[in-house]
Structures are given as structure tokens and as C-alpha cells.
């Protein structure tokens, strides 16, 4: 890896997270608002986490870490997801009905 | 109130004087860089630096021993076991944190031998208290350790939340044993003083400060027990799963078999997965309560916490913790700028949460409002996302010009000291560290002005404050 590519590979391991987070905290609040445009907007920021994997999968990094990296950008998809779903069934099981 | 909740007050009031000292400490280290010469044989960077990390690890354990006896008659529903040891130790522990620094900026070191590492440093970083002063900090946390076993034996009752806090004790002892042993080969020195290091840091306190955040969530938001525990218990599980190897990519450089390359880039990877659940689990619970709460300060602090944990710790950690790109990164200011985010984050963030918590009781407050602490808190973040951000500049500037270009050599290292992008993320480090330090500065008059003001009239009845019977 030349010194070039370490901080661009660098630059894009955080984006990848950043997007991450940004999928994560954006799909929350489309859940909280139920607003379709908050919603595209996640959608647009996985996307993105998408887009900075390529680079990624096509760059400098050896192959294990290309695939953990493939990996991690469908389970970033589904924590959010999965993480609300159980949330929601936690606390509509555990607190008391009105 | 209980006195076990008297005595978290001293702790919480020691934790953010230390805080100030490191603060202090911080900003001074960080003149040494744009100031050659600075202090010269006076006061040299190594101890102010030595000062600064050590206060670091006192305050955020001082919060985390303080938030534990705050809760913890709350949740057995009794006053703390051996209370009236609790508070002799805890005078002890000051008077002990008092001498240490005394000695570090005043006798600073001395000859390498054995009456040097008992009285003076013990000389690994993180760990440098002398010998006496590591035996004190054992039996400190071996008589907090008695408080909290003690208390739920006495109340025949233990509790999800209390129960991992109990387990959680016996590495947060354990593993400070490991600052004791003086190990002449380096590798193995640096092997076993890792597992201190970072087991500490993203195992046994990241437990702690959940439980802390567990028992804070549900005074703030009045989430229901049974919630909290199960995410407890998850998170519990995420963390351990991915942090406790996560060890690895400390042991990338340091002499250890290459197979630590692949389990450290592996485990460490995985670390911002629980992060972002607890991303959603915080912004999940602030909008099921619509952001409503009796205390305002400690929800955004705890928001703060879920967000800087992630990205100090997620995002700044990601970006450097495969092997190929942390060859160059590791030990430059790239490293400090992931250090200082993560910390505040995961950690510091957490124990002011706890503390305003605290005080709306001690006000007797029903509701815990105001402006200052947005001053405060404004200028805390900016003021550390400010300097996380110039070092991180400047750690790239390193990493590039002095490891990547340079391969690491003494011409090298001065090339990237001079490098545009390097002095200048340096100056700003500066710049944003003063913003930091008046925000500490908007901390500490907000917290002992907040609910005491004129209008803060919206007092609790003793009852509704929680009072034993």
C-alpha cells in the first residue's frame, strides 16, 4: 500500500462508518416522524456507505478484509432494522397497556 | 438522602476537580508543541503528560465509584454497607491522589531502582502512580467492592443491573493488578500492560458506565427495569464479544506472533456494530419520550454519550484499526485525536449525565432547566470535536510525510514536526483546548448554580426526593 492510497483507504474506512451511523440515526427518525422523506434519506445515506465500498472492495486492502468489509455493509443494514423491531416488541411486552 | 449518596457528592466533586487539573494539564501539554522550550528542566512534557492522562483515569473512576453509590442504595432500598469506611477511604484516596501529584511535579523522577518505582513512579503509562499509591487505589476499589457485595447481602435482594456491576468488579480489581509486576523484556512488559490498558477501557468500564447509563435511564425516561436490563444484558454481550479481542490491534507493532494482525483487524472491525445499536437505542428512547424530561442537561449528555461513543470510538477507531493503514498511524496524533474523542465520549460524557442527575435530587428540583449548561455543553463539544479534529490533521500529516514517505526515520520524524498540515492542526489543538477549558469553566458555575438560582423555586417534597424513611 503506497502512502497515497493508505490515507484514502483510511478516509474511506470512516466514511464507510460515518454512513453507517448516519443510516442508523436518519432511519430512527423516519421511524419517530414517520416521514418518507426522512425515510429517502436514509436510504440515500446506505447508499453512500454502498458507494464508499467499492473503492474499498477495488483498493489496496487484503482480501479477508475486503470480505469482512462486504460483510459488515449488510449487517450496518439490517441493525437498525433489527435493532428497532426489537424495541419496539421489548417495550410493547414489558410496559404496562393504558 | 442516604449518606451513601452524601459521600457520591464528594466523589462527583473530586472527579470534576481532577477534571479541571486535566484539563489544565492538557492545555499546557499542548503549548509544549508550539512553544520549544517551554518549562525546560522545570517542568518537562513528560510529566505534565503524565499528569494529564493519570488525572484522566482518576476523574472518570472517581465519576464511576460515585455514580455506584448514588444508585446504589436507590436500587437495594437501604443505606450502603460499611458506609462509614467508604468515607474514611475516600479522604485516604484524595489525600493519596493529593501527594501523588505533588511528587510527580516536584521530585518528577529519580534513580532507576527500586525506592524510585514505590515512591516516585512506577513508570508505565497510564499506571505511573508509585508503588504505595497503586496498593492504596487496590484497596480503595477492594472496600468498594465490599460496599456493593456487602450491601446486596445485607438486603437479601440483587438486581439485573447490580448483579453485572458485581461481576464486572472482579476484572476491574483483577486486571490493576497487572500494573504491579516490573517485567524487564519489553514485549512481554507491553503484552500484560495491554490487558490492563485496554480490558479496562473497552471491557470491564465500558460494563460499568452501561450500568451507570442503565440506572440513569430509568430516573430520566422512567424506562421500565425490565427494558433496560435486557438491552443491558445484550449490550453486555456485544461489547465483551467484540472487545476483549478487539485486544489485538494493540499488539500489531509490539513483538507479538503476526497472527494478532488478523484476530485484532477482525474483532476491532466488528467494535462500532454495538454502537450503532446503542446509536438507536438512545435516539429510540429520546423520542419515545419526545425529548421529554424533567432534566434536560443529563438527556443531552446521555445523547451525547450514545453519539460520542460511536463516532470516537466507531468512526476515529475504524479509520485506523486494520493493520495495513494502522502501520503508519499508530503512536502519532491520529491515535491521540481517536484517544481523546472516544474517552470523552464513551466515558466523560456519562459521568456529567450522572452528576446533573444527581444534583436535581440534591436541589430537590422537579424540573432542572436553564441556559447555562447549553453554554457548557456547546462549548465542551465544539471545543473537543475542535481538537479532535486538528489532531487528527496533524496525525495525518505524521502518518504520511514521517511513516508512509519517510519510513520512520529520525530526518523523517522531523519532516512531519514541520510539516504545514502538522503545525498547524497543532495550533489549533491549542485554540479549541481553550474553547474546552472555558466550557469546563461554564461546567463547573453551571453546576453549582443550577436549580439554586432565582425562579429554580419548583421544589420536590422530601418524599418525592427520594429521602429514606
Known amino acids: ?98 | 438522602m442516604y449518606r451513601s449518596q452524601h459521600l457520591a457528592l464528594k466523589y462527583f466533586t473530586a472527579a470534576m476537580v481532577l477534571f479541571g487539573i486535566m484539563v489544565v494539564a492538557g492545555l499546557l501539554g499542548a503549548l509544549y508543541y508550539v512553544q520549544d522550550g517551554l518549562l525546560l528542566n522545570k517542568l518537562d512534557f513528560s510529566v505534565v503528560k503524565t499528569l494529564h492522562i493519570d488525572t484522566m483515569i482518576i476523574w472518570l473512576l472517581m465519576g464511576f465509584i460515585g455514580a455506584v453509590y448514588w444508585f446504589m442504595p436507590v436500587e437495594f432500598q437501604r443505606e450502603t454497607e460499611g458506609i462509614r469506611l467508604a468515607e474514611i477511604v475516600f479522604w485516604i484516596f484524595c489525600a493519596a491522589v493529593g501527594v501523588v501529584a505533588a511528587v510527580f511535579i516536584f521530585v518528577q523522577y529519580g534513580p532507576a531502582n527500586e525506592a524510585s518505582l514505590w515512591l516516585i513512579n512506577q513508570g508505565r503509562k497510564y499506571v505511573e502512580a508509585p508503588r504505595w499509591a497503586a496498593i492504596g487505589i487496590t484497596a480503595v476499589v477492594l472496600v468498594f467492592i465490599y460496599n456493593v457485595v456487602g450491601t446486596a447481602a445485607k438486603a437479601r435482594k440483587i438486581t439485573g443491573t447490580m448483579g453485572i456491576l458485581m461481576v464486572d468488579l472482579i476484572p476491574l480489581f483483577g486486571l490493576y493488578l497487572i500494573a504491579f509486576p516490573a517485567i524487564t523484556n519489553m514485549s512481554v512488559d507491553q503484552y500484560w500492560w495491554w490487558w490492563l490498558v485496554h480490558l479496562w477501557v473497552e471491557a470491564t468500564w465500558e460494563i460499568l458506565i452501561g450500568c451507570i447509563m442503565a440506572l440513569a435511564l430509568m430516573q430520566l425516561l422512567g424506562t421500565a427495569r425490565r427494558i433496560v436490563e435486557t438491552w443491558l444484558y445484550i449490550e453486555v454481550a456485544l461489547v465483551l464479544g467484540t472487545g476483549i479481542l478487539g485486544l489485538g490491534h494493540h499488539y500489531f507493532w509490539i513483538g507479538t506472533p503476526d497472527y494478532w494482525l488478523g484476530i485484532g483487524g477482525f474483532f476491532s472491525a466488528l467494535e462500532p456494530l454495538p454502537l450503532l445499536g446503542m446509536v438507536v437505542h438512545a435516539v429510540y428512547d429520546a423520542g419515545a419520550h419526545r425529548m421529554q424530561t424533567t432534566n434536560k442537561p443529563a438527556l443531552f449528555w446521555v445523547m451525547a454519550e450514545a453519539f460520542g461513543n460511536f463516532i470516537g470510538g466507531g468512526v476515529f477507531g475504524f479509520m485506523m484499526t486494520l493493520p495495513q493503514i494502522n502501520l503508519f498511524t499508530h503512536g502519532t496524533q491520529w491515535t491521540a485525536s481517536h484517544g481523546h474523542f472516544a474517552f470523552w465520549g464513551a466515558y466523560s460524557c456519562g459521568i456529567i449525565a450522572v452528576i446533573y442527575l444527581a444534583l436535581q435530587k440534591v436541589r430537590a428540583q422537579e424540573r432542572l432547566e436553564g441556559r447555562a449548561w447549553k453554554w457548557s455543553f456547546a462549548l465542551l463539544q465544539i471545543g473537543m470535536v475542535g481538537m479532535v479534529g486538528a489532531l487528527l490533521v496533524a496525525g495525518i500529516a505524521q502518518a504520511f510525510t514521517e511513516r508512509a514517505i519517510g519510513g520512520s526515520t529520525l530526518q523523517a520524524y522531523i519532516q512531519g514536526q514541520s510539516h504545514p498540515w502538522f503545525v498547524q492542526g497543532i495550533g489549533m489543538r491549542v485554540v479549541f483546548g481553550v474553547v474546552f477549558a472555558v466550557g469546563y469553566v461554564a461546567l463547573m458555575v453551571d453546576l453549582l448554580t443550577i436549580g439554586k438560582r432565582r425562579g429554580s423555586v419548583s421544589r420536590l417534597s422530601p418524599r418525592m426526593a427520594g429521602d429514606p424513611a
Open chain 1, 1 to 98: 500500500m503506497t502512502a497515497a492510497q493508505s490515507l484514502v483507504t483510511s478516509a474511506l474506512l470512516g466514511g464507510f462508518v460515518l454512513f453507517a451511523g448516519g443510516y442508523g440515526l436518519l432511519y430512527c427518525l423516519a421511524k419517530l416522524r414517520n416521514s418518507p422523506g426522512i425515510a429517502r434519506a436514509a436510504v440515500l445515506a446506505y447508499v453512500c456507505q454502498g458507494v464508499v465500498t467499492v473503492p474499498l472492495i477495488l483498493g489496496p486492502l487484503d482480501l479477508a478484509w475486503k470480505i469482512l468489509i462486504l460483510g459488515s455493509l449488510i449487517v450496518y443494514f439490517a441493525i437498525p432494522q433489527y435493532t428497532w423491531l426489537f424495541l419496539e416488541r421489548l417495550h410493547a411486552s414489558r410496559e404496562p397497556q393504558p
